[in-house]
């Protein structure tokens, strides 16, 4: 969320709408960093601080429902073909990174377990996804930054609590050593796969594209 | 073509949705008269008889309009300090109002004649 929450001069209400216009986007995936993240955050800073120095209500800026808002506004970055693609070039971005973990593990320890495979795409799985998941379900409803940080610790620990059997179980009943480049080949082969179907949503598309 | 999307096929199921593709016909139209920036253009909005508009209600549009390089903004800084993000309209932007003008004036026709009946 930039600088600008530390450095711009809203105060109460207007900073509390401006960081949870911000949390609402980056729980929907869209970066911090991001040009349309920048961009929009540069917006509402400036219509928020106009507003704070008229002494105009903030639900005359956004209006009655925050998350309408929000929602409008992330529908006007996401197309639905923005946000297949997206997703796909998300799920090849994770299938690299399985496949050097797993040529790193095959190197050193001569074969990887499929426990390993498993635990490994949960614990991903619930990083980047479930935890955004339930962030975003429930990041309105935590007011200010503190109840943010509160929010996203009470998603994690339920996250991890809910997790933990499964991946115990997981490790106990999936004892198997598997080749790690076999397990290497098959992840290229998803990520052309996966790459293919992007080439067809977009044709400028390279294979690199997932890590920009 | 202008198209204005009703979600649920031939059941007006979300008014909501209509709205937004006549506003960014409106929206066109205003930018297009003369360069404008979002507080102006809401005002000149509700003095046209879109009185519950609020500035969420502009913004996103406006993001959809330059998203689909219909105009492009500029950002300047006012004599107070204040940063004003000011739009204009491109070609394809202009093109994209002739065509909503010419649907419109259709629409309203042929409503208008249902209506009547």
Redesign the interface.
């Known amino acids: 969320m930039r600088d600008s929450i530390h450095n711009n001069k809203l105060t109460g209400d207007y900073l509390i709408a401006h960081l949870d216009i911000l949390s609402y986007l980056q729980s929907c995936n869209i970066s911090a960093t991001n040009k349309f993240s920048i961009e929009v955050d540069d917006d509402m800073t400036d219509m928020l601080l106009s507003a704070q120095e008229n002494e105009t209500p903030i639900s005359d800026i956004v209006g009655n429902d925050i998350k309408i808002f929000c929602e409008d506004i992330v529908q006007s970055y996401y197309s639905k073909r923005d946000k297949a693609l997206d997703i796909l070039k998300k799920v090849n971005f994770d299938l690299y990174f399985l496949l050097l973990i797993v040529l790193l593990v095959q190197v050193f320890e001569g074969s990887i377990n499929l426990s390993i495979v498993i635990t490994f795409s949960l614990t991903w799985l619930l990083y980047k996804y479930i935890l955004n998941f339930f962030y975003k379900k429930l990041n309105l409803r935590f007011k200010g930054l503190k109840n943010k940080t509160k929010c996203i610790l009470l998603i994690f620990f339920a996250s991890v609590i809910c997790l933990f059997p499964i991946e115990l179980t997981i490790i106990r009943y999936c004892d198997l050593l598997l080749n790690g480049y076999n397990v290497a080949i098959v992840c290229l082969l998803l990520i052309l796969v996966v790459h293919i179907v992007c080439k067809k949503l977009d044709k400028n598309i390279r294979w690199y594209s997932c890590f920009m | 073509m202008y198209c204005i999307v009703i979600i649920g096929g031939d059941k007006l199921e979300n008014n909501t949705q209509v709205l937004k593709g006549i506003l960014e016909g409106c929206i066109l139209s205003i930018i297009a008269k003369e360069e404008t920036y ?2 102006e253009l809401l005002i000149k909005l509700k003095n046209n008889g879109f009185n519950d508009m ?4 502009v ?3 406006l ?2 309009l330059e ?1 689909k390089e219909l105009i492009i903004s500029e950002k300047r800084k006012e004599q107070n300090g ?4 000011y739009f204009y309209v491109t070609e394809t932007g202009k093109k994209e109002l002739n065509d909503f003008k010419i649907y419109w004036d259709k629409l309203y026709v042929n409503v208008n004649s249902i209506l009547k009946e």
């Open positions: 979002g507080y609020v500035e969420g209600t913004y996103p549009l993001l959809r998203k204040m940063t004003r993000k």
